[in-house]
């Protein structure tokens, strides 16, 4: 992989480009925008749940929605991002997410579920393209040993627009949400649907300011001058390689899955945190109280990506990834088998845990790859499926056996991390150039 500090400008520049540094101050930007916006998802699905009347299965289908995205579209943002540079691939991203986060006003007006469905579609495909660009542009930003630390320090950012986002979003969308079920039904037929209409067109001031915030922010990274990496990794790939020479490397399969549970698992936890909190049994919240531990649970992963970031520099990023595994099983494993203050406490805790575990598990899925960087990225980004399927899976669950032992569908995806940590994540040695 390339090394970088200042590049020279393009043939035929006049201004200078910024250092590598100030570039990664301009990334962590996106990351921050893409987290805050993925984490609005934990109040919205609530808020739909209620709207709509859903069970917990069909209300999951905003995550399997929105992580579906990653998954058909990851290719094309991938062939997007090859042709545009990293650059003009996150502008183009953002301008993506900025019309889907539109299309939420249309949808609260028609009050049609699947309309909500569709825009968060189109707003995840703009997250897409700005995963497949940002995530192995800021691991190309300086030296491969330290690309972990990297990508956690920008992944801090990211985690403190998903802190962010739940009190946001609690405020401003489940903050006016007063009245319970049986109120609903109590109320004659005009009002319940007058109440209902009100509550679905409660999202559309926060969307809106959304919109225009990406919009504005492409317009700024698109005016910024971004060293030009992505010349630099096109013209490496010159043996013509496919997806699938990247995903029979050992290391790089297991990563996939890896990503795949750790997705599933984190993005299942949050998503199902409002309703689990309000279970008398466990914490007898209201909905927008409870916002404030979903809260809690992202900035937990918020601060320990900061600390993560001066660990992984000091201690072997494989152990420290087993490590913080095996506590999230215990702490899951206390959920289960405990109630009140204890389940709640346990559960949120995993937050602080899972810190380091998506930038750590991409980083070694990229490992020594070369020319086959940019195929192993859009293959770890395809596993984030696992935001899609894990929350349907522990929905449907749920429905089955309650909410409340439906946790130990998370358990098991971190079972697996253990295993990559330990064994899945090493390259084999006469493979660690992907040929």
């Known amino acids: 992989m390339p090394t970088l500090s200042t590049p020279p400008p393009r043939s035929g520049s006049t201004r200078p480009v910024v250092n590598a540094r100030m570039a990664l101050a301009v990334a962590t930007t996106i990351f921050f925008m893409w987290g805050f916006l993925t984490s609005l998802n934990d109040v919205l699905i609530p808020h739909l749940k209620a709207v709509f009347e859903l069970n917990y299965a069909r209300a999951m289908l905003v995550q399997f929605t929105f992580f579906g995205a990653y998954f058909l579209m990851s290719l094309p943002a991938g062939w ?45 495909t703009g997250i897409t393209v700005l995963q497949v660009a ?6 190309l930003l ?18 403190l627009g998903t802190t962010l ?24 037929a005009a009002e319940q649907l007058a109440y209902r209409a009100a509550e679905a067109q409660s999202v559309q001031g926060p969307y809106l300011g959304l919109a225009v915030a990406l919009m504005l922010l492409a317009v700024f990274v698109y005016l910024f001058r971004l060293p030009p990496l992505s010349e630099a990794t096109e013209r490496a790939d010159t043996g013509h390689h496919t997806l699938m020479d990247a ?15 750790y997705v599933g698992a984190e993005v299942s936890i949050g998503s199902f945190l409002v309703n689990y909190l309000s279970m008398p049994e466990i914490g007898g919240l209201t909905e927008q109280q409870a916002t404030f531990y979903v809260s809690l649970y992202w900035g937990g992963a918020m601060v320990g990506r900061f600390a993560g970031s001066a660990l992984l520099v000091r201690f072997a990023p494989r152990r420290l990834l087993a490590l913080f595994a ?34 750590t598990i991409f980083a070694l899925g990229i490992e020594r790859l070369g020319p086959l960087t940019n195929k192993a990225s859009s293959l770890l980004i395809m596993a984030i499926v696992g935001g ?27 079972g697996y991390i253990i ?12 493979n660690a150039r992907g040929g």
């Open 419 to 430: 295993f990559y940590g330990l064994v899945g994540s090493r390259p084999q040695a006469g």
């Open 326 to 359: 095996v506590v999230n099983v215990l702490l899951l494993a206390l959920t289960l088998m405990s109630a009140g203050k204890m389940a709640l406490y346990c559960v949120v805790a995993t937050g602080l845990f899972n810190s380091i575990m998506f930038p």
């Open 388 to 414: 899609a399927v894990i929350p349907l899976l522990q929905g449907m669950l749920a429905d089955h056996i309650g909410l409340h032992h439906s946790f130990v569908l998370p358990l098991l995806c971190y």
């Open 80 to 124: 997007l991002v090859a042709r545009l540079g990293y650059k003009n691939g996150i502008v183009a991203g953002l301008v993506i997410a900025g019309i889907g986060a539109l299309g939420f006003w249309p949808a609260a007006s028609l009050r049609i579920y699947e309309a909500f469905l569709a825009s968060l579609f189109v707003l995840a």
């Open 134 to 139: 940002a995530n192995p542009y800021v691991a």
């Open 165 to 188: 986002a739940p009190l946001f979003g609690g405020l401003l969308i489940l903050g006016t949400t007063v009245k319970s079920g049986e109120q609903i039904q109590a109320m004659p």
């Open 247 to 261: 995903l029979r490397l050992r290391h790089v399969f297991f990563g996939v899955l890896a990503i795949f549970f």
């Open 142 to 159: 300086g030296p491969e040993q330290t690309s972990s630390s990297r990508l956690t320090l920008a992944q801090a950012l990211n985690s």
